[in-house]
């Protein structure tokens, strides 16, 4: 089935952030309205890493989220430097500088869109294992405190609505299903 066209025809930056770019864009609609949207664009793209302990258990970050107003639950992760970074290396960077540990395999698990609604933010989520204890290098404002969980400690966490996180619930779930069978 042929899907209606629906054409951008104007985007005008509102903001310019540091990672993000906001944007108003003007699409034009089936219908022939010209509608305005709301669009984040995620300058570099993203890695993230599933850190497994060698007893089984994940590492996970706590940290306070500004637009939750809460500290949440998650998986290591954060920006790359630039957009020719690969994520690969992005995700080792984040593991030893959030957690203090280094891996010296990385294997892919997925790749997701975090907010396809109004955001083109992309990230590649990696497992590690094998981790080599070293040191936090966390950066200037950023807090961070670690916690390790059983895999279904962190599902029933998922499941009560404690951990929320698009990337974490994803990674956690791909995790569990292809390893955990």
């Not at 030893?96 to 891996?103: A, I, L, N, S």
């Not at 070293?134 to 609505?161: K, M, N, P, R």
Request: charged share 30%.
């Amino acid at each position: 089935m042929k899907q209606p066209l629906v054409k951008r025809v104007k985007r005008v930056l509102e903001h310019e952030g540091s990672i993000l770019d906001f944007y108003s864009d003007y699409m034009e609609l089936p219908d022939g309205k010209v509608e305005k949207w709301d669009y984040v664009e995620h300058r570099k793209g993203a890695a993230a890493v599933v850190p497994v302990l060698p007893d089984g258990r994940i590492l996970m970050v706590r940290q306070y989220r500004n637009a939750l107003n809460r500290y949440t639950i998650e998986i290591p992760a954060g920006s790359r430097d630039s957009v020719t970074e690969p994520t690969i290396e992005c995700a080792s960077r984040e593991l030893e500088e959030e957690t203090g540990y280094r891996c010296d395999h990385l294997e892919f698990l997925l790749s997701l869109r975090t907010t396809v609604a109004f955001c083109n933010e992309m990230v590649d989520v990696y497992v590690a294992a094998d981790l080599v204890p070293t040191e936090q290098h966390l950066d200037e404002g950023e807090f961070i405190e670690l916690e390790a969980y059983s895999l279904e400690e962190l599902c029933d966490l998922v499941y009560q609505g404690v951990i929320q996180d698009s990337k974490t619930v994803a990674a956690l779930m791909a995790y569990k299903n292809k390893y955990q069978k």
